[in-house]
């Protein structure tokens, strides 16, 4: 497996955020945010500077992350928008949401299928590959209900991006491992961060997530690609950017720990 991070849980400047993966031997990274914006909301020449600085560190970005159906409305600009930065930068994937959550999901589960196969139906066109991140806001919060989704589309249309994390919030529970039904043959990204009762968000490790469960559950579902830390919690000493490295550090001890390779 391989490590990455998103740029802006490390620092809203792209510049700093980059030169702390350099310290870190990290080669890879996820973009989301630059300067507090979506990168689907910057100006043509400030995503070339972007591209331009992932170039000059040598740095690969395999996801970029949309915006597209975190709202219950499709904006489908953003999709396209995530589509020319992804080949800017050369990424492979696309990240987008499956919606707010809402009551009638009867209704809704169906009219997001056919949104999501039209947008990965679009995305494969153009050499992409859409990923759906189970999020605990959205209508897929729990590897449960992205296997009810992926059952309403064609097989192996539709990717997922598993946070384990995620799930563990939503239920307030240990989530349940991603090498299960339709979900573990759709598992193409993973997102690291932990979260512990009555404290938030921590370092993987800390937290009810059980992260060498995951990754052992992960190897055993042969997945190969990237792990990407998201923080989502600031140190009290050295904020964000300790936070990153302290979450960098625990992962390569848990993975070293249960025999995983982290390139």
């Not at 800017?88 to 809402?102: E, N, Q, Y």
């Not at 992409?128 to 309403?152: P, Q």
């Not at 240990?174 to 990204?189: M, R």
């Amino acid at each position: 497996m391989r490590l990455s991070v998103i740029t802006d849980e490390i620092a809203p400047d792209l510049d700093t955020a980059l030169r702390e993966c350099e310290a870190l031997g990290l080669s890879a990274v996820e973009l989301r945010s630059v300067g507090g914006r979506n990168v689907v909301h910057h100006e043509q020449q400030r995503l070339r500077e972007f591209r331009d600085a992932l170039a000059a560190g040598g740095f690969a970005c395999p996801v970029v992350d949309t915006p597209f159906l975190k709202a219950t409305k499709a904006i489908w600009e953003h999709l396209d928008r995530g589509m020319e930065i992804a080949d800017l930068v050369g990424a492979k994937a696309i990240r987008v949401f499956s919606g707010l959550r809402v009551d009638d999901r009867d209704w809704y589960l169906p009219w997001l299928a056919d949104v999501l196969s039209a947008a990965a139906n679009q995305a494969r066109a153009a050499g992409f590959t859409l990923l759906l991140e189970i999020d605990e806001a959205c209508m897929v919060a729990t590897v449960a209900e992205a296997d009810e989704l992926l059952a309403k589309m064609a097989p192996g249309l539709l990717g997922v991006v598993w946070d384990p994390a995620n799930e563990a919030r939503f239920r307030n529970a240990e989530p349940d491992p991603v090498n299960c039904g339709k979900v573990a043959d759709a598992v193409a990204h993973v997102h690291v961060k932990d979260y512990a009762y009555g404290e938030g968000w921590v370092k993987p490790g800390n937290g009810i997530v059980g992260w060498a469960g995951q990754l052992r559950s992960l190897a055993d579902a042969g997945y190969e690609d990237y792990l990407s830390i998201e923080t989502h919690y600031s140190a009290p000493v050295g904020g964000t950017v300790q936070a990153t490295r302290d979450s960098v550090e625990s992962l390569r001890r848990i993975a070293a720990d249960s025999g995983i390779s982290l390139l």
